[in-house]
C-alpha cells in the first residue's frame, strides 16, 4: 500500500508536463472504481482535483489531481460535485493513470437539485415527434403518449455499471410493477428506456434486456414500461433534446461514455421535470408523474 502511494505521488510530479496525446491502457492496465468530491477543476489541462474515498485494494483516502479523458464532463464538473469514475493505472503508458467513465451523481450543494445537463432543461417545452421501435417491433412516437404521463431514460443494454443504466433500468421495471398493481394510476403513466446503441440494441435483445428485469416471466408485460431504439439519428436528436451526452469509448469500442438524464413528460406532451445523475429514487419519478395527472 506505501509503495503504491509512493508511486502515485511521483506520478503528480510530471502532472504538468503530461501530454496531449489521449492516454491508451495497456493489457496490463489496473482499474478500480473510485469516488469522491471534486475540489477544483482545470479545464484548460483536462484535470481535476478529486478528495476521494479509500480506493479498495488500491489506496487509502486522499485530494490529489487527476487527468479526466472524457471532453464532454467539462461543461457539468464543478467545485463540490459528486463524482463515481474508473481510475486507470498503467505504468507503461505516457499519462500513467486517468479517469474514465465519469459520472456526476451529486449537485455541490445537497439542497440544490441535481447537476444542470449540458443543453438547457427543455422544461415547459414539447418533445419532439421522432419515431421509435420498441421492443415488439412496433413503431411509435412521443404523440402516441398524450394524455398519458411518461418518464423517459437513457440506456444501452451492454452497460456493465451498477450505478449507471443496470440502476436505471432496476429502478423502471420495480416501478413498471408497482405501477402495474395500481388501480389509479396504471392506466396513467408510462415509462419508456430509449437506447443509444442502436447498433447492437435491437427489439428483440431489448426485449430479453427487460424482461430479465421483470423477472423473466412467461409473458413480459409491456404495456407500463417500454423499451425503443431508433436509427442513430432519432435517438442523438432526443438525447440532445433531453441534455443526454454520450460516446463510445475509443478504448473498448462496445462500452459507452455518457452521462444519465430522466425526465418527466406530462399528458400535454411537454417536459415537467428533468433529473441529472443517479440520485433519483421510483418514488421521486412516481411523485413527479402524479402531479402532472392530478
Same mark, same amino acid.
Given at each position: 500500500m506505501r509503495t503504491k502511494l509512493i508511486i502515485l505521488s511521483c506520478f503528480l510530479m510530471f502532472g504538468a508536463c503530461k501530454s496531449a496525446e489521449t492516454p491508451s491502457a495497456s493489457a496490463a492496465a489496473k482499474r478500480y472504481p473510485i469516488k469522491g468530491t471534486v475540489v477544483s477543476v482545470d479545464k484548460p489541462n483536462k484535470s481535476a482535483k478529486i478528495d476521494h474515498e479509500p480506493i479498495d485494494g488500491f489506496m487509502e483516502a486522499m485530494t490529489m489531481d487527476f487527468p479526466v479523458r472524457e471532453d464532454w464532463v467539462w461543461d457539468d464538473l464543478t467545485s463540490g460535485s459528486v463524482v463515481h469514475a474508473e481510475l486507470i493505472v498503467d505504468n507503461s503508458a505516457k499519462d500513467p493513470y486517468w479517469l474514465e467513465k465519469i459520472a456526476i451523481v451529486a449537485a455541490p450543494n445537497p439542497n440544490q437539485p441535481p447537476p444542470p445537463v449540458a443543453v438547457a432543461p427543455q422544461v415547459g417545452k414539447v418533445v419532439p415527434d421522432i419515431k421509435l421501435t420498441d421492443q415488439d417491433g412496433k413503431r411509435f412516437s412521443f404523440a402516441d403518449y398524450r394524455g398519458k404521463a411518461v418518464a423517459v431514460t437513457f440506456i444501452y443494454r451492454e452497460c456493465p455499471l451498477p450505478e449507471y443504466c443496470i440502476k436505471?433500468? *432496476?429502478?423502471?421495471?420495480?416501478?413498471?410493477? *408497482?405501477?402495474?398493481? &395500481?388501480?389509479?394510476?396504471? &392506466?396513467?403513466? *408510462?415509462?419508456l428506456s430509449i437506447s443509444f446503441d442502436p447498433e447492437r440494441d435491437t427489439p428483440e435483445k431489448l426485449k430479453q434486456y427487460g424482461q430479465g428485469y421483470l423477472g423473466n416471466q412467461a409473458k413480459p408485460d409491456f404495456s407500463i414500461w417500454r423499451l425503443a431504439v431508433g436509427s442513430e439519428k432519432e435517438v442523438r436528436s432526443l438525447a440532445d433534446f433531453f441534455g443526454l451526452k454520450y460516446e463510445v469509448d475509443q478504448e473498448d469500442k462496445t462500452q459507452f461514455n455518457h452521462s444519465l438524464v430522466t425526465a418527466v413528460v406530462g399528458p400535454d406532451g411537454t417536459v415537467k421535470e428533468i433529473f441529472a445523475g443517479n440520485r433519483w429514487t421510483p418514488e421521486d419519478i412516481l411523485r413527479s408523474l402524479a402531479a402532472t395527472v392530478n
Open positions: 436505471m433500468s *432496476r429502478h423502471f421495471s420495480d416501478l413498471a410493477l *408497482r405501477l402495474a398493481a &395500481d388501480p389509479v394510476f396504471r &392506466d396513467k403513466m *408510462r415509462l
